[in-house]
């Protein structure tokens, strides 16, 4: 066991002695914040404000604002949920580009223990720098306004990040393992930047997209994390400005936004309630964890 934790603990030392890496890992996070600053906001306003029907009046503008400023941060915990993961797992190819990996190999530790230190490390780094995004998140949201969120909420997202991070990450190993060079690993990473805000829907709403490419966006891990997020950063909110409505819609409007900004993952006919969505994550990642065992091993094999 102390030829595991050692090699776990050297993989997170070379994650955070580089600078640019911990930078890069949190580029599309900032890229996000930067977006709603410029335009995102009034994008979701604008759906929210849709939805109304006669309601704007009604319902207090502070709870508006604090809905949407919860849609932002669930968007950029998921878009850290995928960029962050892939950041800490370029430490493989770069043993890889310069030997290091051989020398590892070489020593009587089992090959499963080498390849499950560095998804450990990952996984530990991946769910510190999310959990730190979060903390400041949800700190300047309390100082803007109330999000009413109550204890058990905050703890269930840091859950939900523990998933997060750990199912990317275990994902990301399968890929991280065909790759041969840091230009190949740089190159996708560009890749996954622009395109994870749209898959999980930080930019626009999943439900603005057709069916089938909403589908497709939810058989990602991660877009069912983000709507795990919106439900346990949101739960307060939309409680609170159900209570403004004081039913006279019977809850029409709490389930129309629930719809418009995706609370519930749907993928080819199916909603996936919350326990549903847990269940589909653990599954892709334990298949994803044994596959890249099994792949380490014969990889080594080979040489």
């Known amino acids: 066991m102390k030829d595991f934790i050692g090699l776990t603990r050297r993989n997170l030392l070379v994650f955070y002695k580089d600078i640019f890496a911990i930078f ?5 996070s900032i890229i996000v914040f930067a977006l709603y600053l410029l335009f995102l906001k009034g994008t979701f306003t604008d759906a929210l404000t849709g939805t109304m029907n006669g309601l704007e009046n009604i319902v207090d503008g502070k709870h508006i604002d604090m809905f949407v400023n919860g849609i932002l941060l669930s968007g950029i915990l998921g878009s850290a949920t995928i960029t962050v993961p892939y950041t800490c797992l370029q430490t493989i190819v770069k043993d ?3 030997g290091v990996d051989s020398d590892i190999l070489s020593t009587p530790i089992k090959r499963w223990k080498i390849i499950l230190s560095y998804f450990t490390a990952s996984g530990i ?3 510190f720098m999310t959990s730190l995004i979060m903390t400041i998140g949800l700190i300047i949201l309390n100082i803007m306004g109330d999000m009413h969120m109550p204890a058990i909420s905050i703890a269930s ?3 939900t990040i523990l998933l997060g991070s750990l199912s990317s990450t275990a994902l990301f190993m399968v890929i991280m393992l065909l790759i041969r060079s840091s230009s190949t690993s740089s190159a996708l990473f560009g890749i996954l930047s622009a395109a994870s805000g749209f898959v ?3 930019y626009i709403p999943l439900s603005r997209f057709s069916d089938s490419v909403m589908s497709l966006c939810n058989l990602f891990p991660a877009s069912h994390i983000t709507s795990m997020l919106r439900n346990d950063l949101l739960k307060g909110v939309t409680e ?3 209570s403004d409505i004081k039913g006279l819609d019977n809850g029409a409007f709490i389930s129309s936004i629930r719809e418009v900004f995706s609370f519930n993952a749907k993928s080819f006919g199916t909603t996936f309630t919350g326990a549903g969505s847990t269940l589909y994550i653990l599954t892709i ?3 994803c964890i044994v596959f890249m065992t099994i792949v380490y091993n014969k990889t080594y094999k080979r040489r």
């Open 157 to 159: 997202c840091y859950l």
């Open 125 to 127: 780094s991946a769910f």
């Open 285 to 287: 990642a334990l298949a």
């Open 240 to 242: 609170s400005i159900n």
């Open 96 to 98: 890889r580009e310069s």
């Open 200 to 202: 999980i829907g930080a």
């Open 24 to 28: 890069f890992s949190l580029l599309t």
